[in-house]
Each structure stands twice: as structure tokens, then as C-alpha cells.
């Protein structure tokens, strides 16, 4: 493999070293040389159609384009000598001559390569002209509130088009005429929305002179004027780096992304991009409220805590406080889900504390941590790109998690890795796989027990890493060695062909990579799904190695930090046990109190908890259980009946509603902290904005509470908690604001000096042997019947995120994603005289919903899907409460339930 130092050459004069296969630009610009380019994208292949980086090379006959020209030994580059300059200046004259915009009426003023290029080139002031006609034209994206093209500043260098070819891979954008009149379009003139577009704009963060460009963001302010500010998504776990472009009017016009930042290099999906119009939404909470007589009044930020600190001491004092609970939040930040945590056991003296990682990945802090000692992704995103094969199981990649699905569809195309999805519905990274395999929903065990089966008789297991590396082998090899691909496929519908082969592509790929989310963790085995998947990898030695692992994909911006900081009812910060004496005493001493060393209620075994009449306070922090809670009748009348209910927000959710007082905090943009990434990379929230009204972060409010509850917290920022928490929890103990400041850090990170982890388990797992689970199929809690003859499922889709409170804020959001909907067959559909859009009753055992029908061949005969992100026909409605016996998660993936035409 070539080195750095096995190309030297020189440039202007200057010795440089470069890489084989690097071009002459990307080592330029390594190097501080500037080469003025348009077309240029570090993301996309070169090709060198703006001509403007042209350069001298000795012994060319001609100038060449840097960025598709590669380096070789002894080259000798000049590029700025009279002729080059004076060539790019007619490169640029010719760009401005059919370019008819005018810089300063431009939104892109100030960010335009093109201004940029034609003020340092001194084009003549003739090239700016006014355009002839300032009349909007009719184009693809009209109608669409996502974007706007105006072809007088195209320059048609093809970035837009190859951004969605390359990179998306989704091809919605392509050239259309001839000569002069080019320009980009849709195949056919279609409007976006009807296209492959999924609106990620990512054409838009590629375009060098603002030919397309935001429509909400147009004539509210131009790029030179706005304040950028980096901080960490707010959205899903993939933690991707954005700054918020924020105007004189305290407004977040749109949101950009640069090219290379960790872990998202520059690239955004929709809600990232245009998901941020509930942060200035008006119906954002500004001042607190307390319902009085069944309304609710504003109050002051005073009587509003004095009241909940007031209620709340009364149901400890009458009934103890195991009586009280406390439900923190994903959405929140590391600081703050550490101080709500700190204050329920302190403050209240219970270990009533938990939050939506119980309704998304319990089963994986509890499966993994069995089996490899710590209940987290094993490797980094970036790893990814070079796994050998990727094992996609239970994840709906490119929908939940699209920047990590761009990873697998480059590993793919362009590494070579095989891909092997297992999903009952066709999703669309099956486009890309070598292998589908659409399993009945809830019977996961018995597909992967059945690859393990193959892969042993064939003797295709890494032995040397079994006895080295692992335990109890036996004990699993003795539930697998005869459940073969035959047994699996009469319970899992897949053929046996279809398992031998997937369980071959696996075993002897270089490295394997498994990657899954909510379709492995949401069941009754939720935690067996888990181990199973663990017992593969360990089979195989794909873990602790480079593009290997076990690797959760987090749905919720920092589900894995709020379970990392203790937001768990068996676990403090840094997932020490509250039933550890050793770990309890050292709490106790650390933060002056008398904590419980009793495990605490989940959520859901708190609202049943309510039911009978033993939980009589409930303090929620940014969850929304009235439309996440499974089986929501039974959680909407615990909500309804429970002594008091203190909920703080940013919105009147649903659960608020049902509230006593409900207090108005700051979103993700206006406060300070950190998210912890599905990766465990650690990374800073800034404050970019001012929050509405009388609004307050999260972490402040949190400790005048527990004040006024007898135990005083107080501390002067969102800096100083983190360094709390690095006292206390060794997983975090190097990590602080200075250090992240650029790029976060991967935990553990134990002390100052150290570099954080990319990947676990590299030479010893962290229980020392991982461990071999044996694992037996067990169907799911409900089968269909006669009275309920379908299987229904629940999941996410691209365009909305949790239970809607954010993303239906959006107008671009809105009108590509509406409204819920049940997918159904087409043959289900046709027999029961369903027809695509039709109105249609859904209903199980616990309720019934009115939505709309969409008939696919993209889901199993005999099987339902419908998302849980709407209100209106809320998913929830129907799914059932039963519970994973270890991890408490709610069996969402899986119940009986019928449907019928209306």
C-alpha cells in the first residue's frame, strides 16, 4: 500500500508529498494552495466541466484540470502563472455572460464561489449586468416547498445532478435541452414530488452560485449577514454536524452542513435540512402554565414551581417516594438528563427515573452488556464504507437513519461489500442488497439461529476466536446444531436456500458489519434478538476488529446519552448499579444524599403503576407517552387519572395536555450542552438563537425544582455539570467542553489524555470472555386468528421523526408526509375491495383507528405496517403493552389486528 511519501513532487516551486491516486487540487489544497474551482465537490467524482482549475504541468502540451489530473513522482506544477491567469479569466467572462443574476439583490451573496472568483479575477462590471427578464419561469420545482431553481444562475457544472447520482444515489436530477438552453431538470419536466427526490437538498448544499436555493430562506437575508452557528442535530442519533444560518431577526433561515465534518462530511437529510421550522413555530410554550377549573392560565416561572415542589412534597410525605416517578428525554441534552436523574433520587429519593430508550433500545443495553459487557454500537459509522459485508436486520436504514444509510449504499457501490437485508417489508435499501430475506414479523431468533446452524455444519465458524476469546459456547451450539434452515423456514416464511446463502455471504466475508434498530429490539425477545445477534458476530470473530460489530442504531438525537447518564431505573451515570453497594455508597457521598438502592418502575410499568395506585406523582421532561406508549387507551387513562402531572416542553404535546402545570423550556437551538451520538461520539449543542417568551433550559429549571424540594442545585453552566459527570462516570471521564470543541470524542474516554474509542472490545471484551447466549425461538405474545387474521407492525418513515411534535411543523415536511396510512398487499387489498387511498378502520384486541390505505407489493400478504408518528389515527392506539421479561420494552413490532373498507 502507498504512503505519504511515496510521491514527491513540486508545486510553485514547493516540495509537497501526496498519496497515490490523489489529484493535483486535493493535494493543493491540502497544502494551502489555492486553485479556484466551481465544479469541484471533495464528495463526488471529478470532472473537470467548469475548466477553471486549470494548471501547467511540465511536460503536458496543455493546461489540465486539477481536480481529475493525478499526481506522479517528480511532477512540476505552476498554477498561477500569466497564462493561467489570463485563461481563467476568459473561463470566468464566458460563466458570466449567460449568467444574468445580480450579487447584490442575491440570497447567496457573500457564499457565492462565483462572486467570489469574479471579484478576485476583476471581471469587467459589464459581466453583471441585470438579466433581461426578472419574470419567474415555470421549472421542476415549482409548487415545491422545498426548493427553488432559477436557471439565469446556473453555471451547469452538474453538481446538483451528481450529488443525487453519487452520493444519494437516487438520480431524481438530470440535464435536459441542448447547448445554450441546457439546464436541470426531472426526467420528463416532473415535478420533484413526484420523483425519486427524498428532499434531502443536498443539491442545494452542493451549488456554488445559489442557482438553488432554499424557499423559505429566499429574501430573508442574504449568506453575507447571517450568523452560523455549529451544534449537533437535533433529530435522529446519527449526530450530524449543521450550522444554524441565523438572521438580524433572531431567525434560523436555513441550515447548512460543510464538507468533512465528523460524522456527516457536510451531507443532511430532510428533516436536517428542513425540518427546523418548529423552533420559531408560534405555537411554541412561552410562559408557564397551571390549569385551574380544566383550563389552563399562565402563571410565573415562581407559582409554577412552587406549586409542582408543593404537590410533589405532599405525595412523598403521605405516600412515600417510590410514590413519585420521573420520565427524562432523549431529546434533551447529556447535562440535562444528568441533573433531572440527580434530582429524582436525590431531590425525591426514588430510582422512578426512565425515559424512551425503554420504548426503543432496552433490549440492547440489556442484551449487549450480557453478552460483550457494555450495551452500545461497538464500532464508528465511518467504519462502515469498508465492512466486507453488511448484515442489515430490524433497520430501515435509509429512512431512520439516511446519512449512516449513504454509508452503506457507498460501501456497496463503490467498496464492493455485500449487503444482506432482513426486513419483512421491501425498504429501499433492498435496491442494493445481494440478498432479501422478508421474514415474518417476530421470528428473528429463528432466522439468525438458523444461519448459526449453517455456518457451523460448514465449518465456516472462527474457532480460534471462540476458544481465546469467548464462554459458554457450548451451551449455544447445543440449541442451534439442529435447528436447521428447513425448521427456519416453515416458522420465518424465508426459504432455506435464501438462509444458507446469507449465512455463507456472512461468514466469509472479510469483515461483516450487522446493523439493526427497533425492528430487532421492539418485542417480547427483544433482548433474545439481541444475544442472537451477538452469538453470530462472536461465532464469526466480527467484533472487535475494523468494520465488524453489533452495531445499534440510536433513533432519538441522544437516546445513547441519556441512558449513558443515568436516565434508568436500574443504572447511575456511566451505567453503574444503583443495587452495586460499592457504586451506591460512592453516589451517596458525591452528591450528599440518601439514595435508594431499590430499581426503580420503567415507563411503562409506570403507568400500570398508576392503575393500581401506587404511583400518585408523575415529572415528565420532553416525552410525549400519549401518542409513544403502546396500547394508548390504557396510558391515556393513567395519564388522565394520576394524582398530579408536571410536564415541561416546548410544545403543548399530547401528554401536556393531561397536565397539572406544564412549564416552557429551550429546544436543541437555543442552549448550550452535548449529545452523545449512536456511535458514542460526544458532541456539542450551542446556543444559536434566543428562546421564545419566558422560556428556560431544561437544566436550570430542573435545579430550581429540586431546591425548592429541600436538596439545593445549582450551577452556573452546562459546562461545569459535564465536568461533573466526568468525575463520576469513567466512560466520560476525559471528556470536556475544550476538548470537543471541534470534533467530539467516542467513549470511553477515561482520562484527559486519551483519544477516545473507535471501536469496543479491540483485544479484550469489557466482561473480560464475551459470552455465548443460548437462545430458543419464542413466538410473539398475539398470532393472528380468525378475528384478527393480520399481523400488524409499526415503524418510522424518511419524513417525520417520534410522535410528530417537531417535523409537522414543517411546510416541506407537510406536504410530502400529510397524514398516517397502513400499508396492505395488493392482494389482501383486492379481496377485501380496498382500494390505494382509501379510507380504512384498522383494529386489535385494545382499539380501533381510522387511516388511510396504501396497497404495495412492498409488504407480505397477511402482514399490516403503519408509522406511529401521527395523532390523527395513532398507531399506538393498537399496539400492545406486553413486555420484554428483561428489558421491559413494549412488543410494538408485532400484534394481531384486522382491517376493513369504510
Request: hydrophobic share 35%; proline share 4%.
Amino acid at each position: 500500500m502507498t504512503n505519504r511519501t511515496d510521491i514527491q513532487l513540486t508545486i510553485n516551486g514547493k516540495q509537497v508529498s501526496g498519496t497515490n491516486g490523489q489529484t493535483i487540487l486535493a493535494l493543493a489544497q491540502e497544502h494551502g494552495i489555492d486553485i479556484p474551482n466551481l465544479c469541484n465537490d471533495p464528495r463526488l467524482i471529478p470532472s473537470g466541466s467548469c475548466r477553471l482549475c486549470v494548471v501547467e504541468v511540465d511536460g503536458q502540451k496543455a493546461p489540465v484540470t486539477a481536480c481529475t489530473f493525478q499526481i506522479a513522482p517528480g511532477m512540476v506544477v505552476h498554477t498561477d502563472t500569466e497564462e493561467i491567469l489570463a485563461l481563467r479569466k476568459t473561463i470566468l467572462e464566458l460563466l458570466f455572460s449567460e449568467h444574468r443574476g445580480v450579487c447584490t439583490t442575491c440570497d447567496e451573496n457573500g457564499n457565492c464561489l462565483l462572486q467570489k472568483y469574479g471579484y478576485e479575477y476583476q471581471i469587467d462590471d459589464t459581466a453583471f449586468a441585470l438579466p433581461e427578464s426578472n419574470d419567474p419561469i415555470e421549472n421542476y420545482t415549482t409548487g415545491n416547498e422545498a426548493m427553488v431553481y432559477n436557471s439565469d444562475k446556473c453555471i451547469r457544472c452538474g453538481r446538483c445532478i451528481r450529488i443525487c447520482q453519487e452520493v444519494q444515489m437516487d438520480s431524481a436530477l438530470t440535464f435536459k435541452e441542448r447547448a445554450a438552453q441546457v439546464e436541470v431538470s426531472t426526467a420528463f419536466d416532473m415535478p420533484l414530488n413526484d420523483t425519486t427526490c427524498e428532499l434531502c437538498g443536498q443539491c442545494i448544499s452542493t451549488c456554488p452560485t445559489g442557482a438553488l436555493y432554499e424557499r423559505s430562506a429566499k429574501g430573508r437575508g442574504q449568506c453575507k449577514d447571517f450568523k452560523r452557528t455549529r451544534t449537533t442535530c437535533g433529530y435522529c442519533g446519527v449526530g450530524c454536524q449543521i450550522d444554524l444560518n441565523v438572521n438580524s431577526k433572531n431567525e434560523i433561515v436555513r441550515v447548512t452542513s460543510p464538507v468533512g465534518v465528523i460524522p456527516n462530511d457536510g451531507n443532511l437529510c430532510v428533516k436536517g435540512r428542513f425540518g427546523m421550522d418548529f423552533v420559531g413555530s408560534d405555537k411554541r410554550l412561552t410562559a408557564p402554565l397551571i390549569k385551574r377549573n380544566g383550563k389552563f392560565e399562565k402563571a410565573s416561572w415562581d407559582e409554577a414551581l412552587d406549586t409542582i415542589a408543593k404537590k410533589l412534597g405532599e405525595i412523598k410525605a403521605t405516600h412515600g417516594p417510590d410514590s413519585i416517578g420521573g420520565l427524562s428525554s432523549a431529546k434533551c441534552t447529556n447535562e440535562e438528563n444528568y441533573v433531572f436523574q440527580k434530582m429524582i433520587r436525590t431531590a425525591i429519593g426514588t430510582n422512578n427515573v426512565d425515559h424512551c430508550a425503554r420504548l426503543c433500545h432496552a433490549s440492547t443495553v440489556a442484551g449487549l452488556a450480557r453478552a460483550f459487557g457494555s450495551g452500545a454500537m461497538t464500532n464508528s459509522i465511518d467504519e462502515i464504507r469498508r465492512a466486507g459485508c453488511i448484515f442489515i436486520i430490524g433497520s430501515n436504514t435509509t429512512e431512520a437513519h439516511p446519512v449512516i444509510g449513504l454509508a452503506v449504499k457507498d460501501a456497496v457501490v463503490n467498496n464492493g461489500a455485500k449487503l444482506i437485508v432482513a426486513d419483512p417489508r421491501t425498504i429501499d435499501i433492498v435496491r442494493f442488497a445481494e440478498l432479501h430475506m422478508a421474514q415474518q414479523p417476530g421470528t428473528d431468533v429463528a432466522l439468525i439461529n438458523a444461519m448459526m446452524h449453517v455456518i457451523l455444519t460448514e465449518n465456516l465458524a472462527d474457532m480460534e476466536f471462540i476458544k481465546k476469546r469467548c464462554e459458554n459456547f457450548e451451551a449455544m451450539e447445543a440449541i442451534v446444531k439442529d435447528f436447521t434452515p428447513e425448521m427456519a423456514e416453515d416458522v420465518t416464511t424465508v426459504s432455506a436456500d435464501a438462509i444458507r446463502q446469507a449465512a455463507r455471504i456472512y461468514a466469509t466475508a472479510t469483515s461483516s458489519s450487522i446493523i439493526y434498530s427497533m425492528g430487532i429490539t421492539q418485542h417480547t425477545t427483544g433482548t433474545d434478538n439481541v444475544l442472537s445477534l451477538a452469538n453470530l458476530a462472536m461465532l464469526t470473530g466480527n467484533v472487535g476488529k475494523e468494520s465488524t460489530g453489533v452495531n445499534p442504531l440510536r433513533g432519538q438525537n441522544n437516546v445513547q446519552g441519556a441512558c449513558d447518564l443515568g436516565a434508568l431505573p436500574n443504572v447511575y451515570p456511566g451505567y453503574q448499579s444503583v443495587e452495586d453497594e460499592k457504586i451506591h455508597e460512592k453516589f451517596e457521598k458525591a452528591w450528599g444524599a440518601k439514595l435508594s438502592n431499590k430499581m426503580g418502575l420503567t415507563v411503562v410499568e409506570m403507568m400500570h403503576a398508576v392503575e393500581e395506585g401506587k404511583l400518585k406523582g408523575l415529572y415528565l421532561m420532553g416525552e410525549n407517552p400519549a401518542l409513544s406508549d403502546p396500547n394508548l387507551n390504557r396510558t391515556r387513562k393513567s395519564l388522565e387519572d394520576i394524582e398530579f402531572l408536571a410536564v415541561q416542553d416546548i410544545f403543548l404535546t399530547e401528554t401536556a395536555e393531561y397536565a397539572d402545570v406544564v412549564l416552557p423550556t429551550m429546544c436543541f437551538a437555543e442552549k448550550d450542552g452535548t449529545f452523545t451520538n449512536t456511535e458514542r461520539r460526544v458532541q456539542r449543542v450551542r446556543k444559536a438563537i434566543d428562546g421564545p417568551g419566558k422560556s428556560r433550559d431544561d437544566w436550570q429549571i430542573v435545579c430550581d425544582l429540586a431546591t425548592r424540594l429541600g436538596f439545593p442545585m445549582k450551577y452556573n453552566n452546562a459546562s461545569e455539570i459535564l465536568d461533573e459527570i466526568a468525575s463520576l462516570s469513567p466512560i466520560y471521564g476525559g471528556i470536556s467542553f475544550e476538548r470537543i470543541n471541534d470534533v467530539g470524542l467516542s467513549w470511553p474516554c477515561p482520562d484527559k489524555n486519551h483519544p477516545g474509542t473507535k471501536y469496543l472490545h479491540k483485544d479484550q471484551f469489557k466482561r473480560g470472555l464475551g459470552k455465548f447466549h443460548p437462545v430458543e425461538f419464542k413466538p410473539p405474545v398475539e398470532k393472528a386468528d380468525k378475528t384478527f387474521p393480520f399481523l400488524l407492525s409499526t415503524g418510522r418513515q424518511l419524513y417525520q421523526f417520534h410522535t410528530g411534535t417537531m417535523t409537522r411543523k414543517s411546510p416541506v415536511i407537510n406536504q410530502v408526509s400529510p397524514t398516517g396510512y397502513v400499508e396492505i398487499h395488493n392482494e389482501d387489498a383486492e379481496r377485501l375491495g380496498i382500494v390505494n387511498g382509501q379510507k380504512v378502520s384498522v383494529a386489535t384486541r385494545r382499539g380501533i383507528v381510522t387511516t388511510q390505505a396504501r396497497v404495495t407489493t412492498d409488504i407480505g400478504k397477511g402482514w399490516l405496517f403503519m408509522p406511529f408518528h401521527f395523532s390523527e389515527g395513532p398507531a399506538n392506539m393498537l399496539t400492545i403493552d406486553a413486555l420484554d421479561p428483561i428489558a421491559k420494552i413494549p412488543e410494538y413490532k408485532v400484534c394481531a389486528a384486522n382491517i376493513c373498507s369504510m
